[in-house]
């Protein structure tokens, strides 16, 4: 070898073969993520139209509206205090979510909407949702109001029998709605993404 | 000879973008463009009761490909064309490919207080309706102004003489609860033909919403490839 090629062109040929490596490696790891198509877990919707209003109660009396939260992206979910197992799982989801955004969960509000106002007053909602995570709202307001919001953000809700333990509870729509930054509804999460799945669709909206 | 040698490069160079562009239009017209259906807006969440007095929800026709209407029982030729539209596409869903997905046709009524299971299950026979495809239902009015008026977005007025104003019209929803269509007959020659085309259309979507197809339809509703 070393008589076929001089000493010269096989540091060259050894310079171009780490060169090549490198490239492979660059493309592999920095360039393919980033140029491949994110797919999303959830349904995405390029409504031309605003998030449908919101005005409802959170705690201390407080008025919350979805223009509150321009320039951040909300996840928006429907559940209540006394769901015995949909809600707490979707939101130990959703908090697992932001833990795995890190700093970039501070340009996330994540909202819970009661959709059981009979129950759930602003500071039981306060209270549940921060045990989740310190950063979450919840919200309610009238029965009118709730069954408004509910419906237009394609929420339906039941009361069903429950235990004398648990009371009556509530057949619900399980999807998680996210509005991005300029207030358009752009994605429909469904119960089965993960944390991880969800946070990768919420960093796509950041 | 030297220009001679120089004109033939010419001509190669000048042929590339010519050739390149036939080829675009025949795989155009061989492979055909991707076409998809806007994603409008979430379709309403709702809670029904149906002619035969069960609950009917949002959640009940979830996966399945659902077209909706509004009406009410006494409406009389008001409906007529309305009706029989829903009943001509009833009819003919069987020239569409939706795969193993559902299709389920719901009429809204937005008179209650008139339309009971009972009335709902006599205008549904009157109609033609097969039970299993096509379901009759109405709920409170408080909840059907959420549902019909600022979820469908389609008008009615009560004129408290046993009449309404409305808007006629349909509206098409996929399996994922999101609005993909929303037709006025008024205003349109045949929506029988439209909107089985527009079923087909989606029914195509499904089948290819899993695996690398899927990739291509998402970029279709990126690049808006509406019929």
Known sequence: ?206 | MRRKTLSRKTLIKSAIPVVVIILAAVAFAVFEPIQVLPRIRLAPGYLLTDQSAATLTSEDVRGDIVLYNFGYSGCGEECDVMNGTMAAIQSRIGEVDVGDTDIRFVTISFDPGQDTPEVLAEYATTLGADPEQWTFATAEPDHLENVVKAGFRSYYEDHGDGSFSFDPKFVLVDGWGVIRGEYRYQTQASDTDKILRHIDILGEEIRNAHGAASLAYEAAHFFLCYP
């Not at chain 1, 799982?89 to 932001?98: D, V």
């Not at chain 1, 994540?110 to 500071?123: A, F, L, Q, Y």
């Not at chain 1, 648990?166 to 619900?172: A, E, F, K, Q, V």
């Open chain 1, 1 to 206: 070898m070393s008589r076929l090629l001089g000493e010269r062109w096989q540091r060259r040929i050894a310079a171009g073969f780490l060169l090549a490596l490198v490239g492979v490696a660059f493309a592999w790891f920095f360039l393919l993520p980033r140029l491949r198509p994110h797919i999303f877990s959830g349904t995405v919707i390029q409504s031309t139209q605003k998030a449908p209003r919101l005005e409802l109660e959170a705690a201390d009396g407080h008025t919350v509206r979805m223009t509150d939260f321009e320039g951040r992206v909300v996840v928006v979910y429907f559940g209540y205090t006394f769901c015995p197992d949909i809600c707490p799982a979707t939101l130990s989801k959703l908090a697992g979510a932001m833990q795995i955004l890190g700093n970039r969960a501070d340009e996330v509000q994540v909202m819970m909407v009661s959709i059981d106002p009979e129950r759930d007053t602003p500071e039981m909602l306060a209270e549940y949702v921060t045990h989740f995570h310190p950063d979450f709202i919840g919200v309610t307001g009238d029965a009118q109001t709730v069954n408004r919001v509910a419906t237009l953000y394609g929420v339906y809700y039941e009361a069903m029998e429950g235990t004398v333990e648990t009371g009556y509870t509530i057949d619900h729509t399980t999807t998680v709605m996210l509005v991005d930054k300029e207030g358009f509804l752009k994605l429909v999460l469904p119960f089965e993404g993960t944390a991880e799945q969800i946070a990768a669709d919420i960093e796509y909206f950041l």
